[in-house]
């Protein structure tokens, strides 16, 4: 069965940085890509990235490209989502989610495209 299991939420004020992890197990030794989405207050849940360390990092929401960051911790067995210079429009619970495969794919944007999610995160950011 697979699980995601993400942390690292929280409150930080404007500017500030946040990493939040996603633990991912049951794939075995299949590839599968990660992504990210986030759900802001009254807004529709948006793809923000997807990785894979194959093709690194394709970003769908343009704002935060060159201040997010995902990665994979080894050591932890995670994939990171380090956030830098964070804006109060950044405010949402954000999402782990996985699909076997690779990314970038035709349709990863979409929340339908991914088939496992994590229970989410809110990461809160303040003026």
């Known amino acids: 069965e697979v699980q995601l299991v993400e942390s690292g939420g929280g409150l930080v004020h404007t500017g500030g940085s946040l990493t939040l992890s996603c633990a991912a197990s049951g794939f075995g030794s299949e590839n599968y890509a990660i992504g990210w989405f986030r759900q802001a207050p009254g807004k529709d849940r948006e793809g923000v990235l997807c990785f894979t360390e194959r093709f690194g990092t394709t970003f769908y929401v343009d704002s935060v490209e060159g201040r997010f960051t995902a990665s994979r911790d080894t050591g932890k067995n995670t994939v990171d989502l380090q956030m830098n210079s964070l804006k109060s429009e950044d405010t949402a619970v954000y999402y782990c989610?996985?699909?076997?495969?690779?990314?970038?794919?035709?349709?990863?944007?979409?929340?339908?495209?991914?088939?496992?999610w994590g229970q989410g995160t809110q990461v809160t950011v303040s003026s």
């Open positions: 989610v996985a699909r076997p495969g690779f990314c970038p794919s035709p349709g990863a944007s979409s929340r339908w495209y991914w088939d496992y």
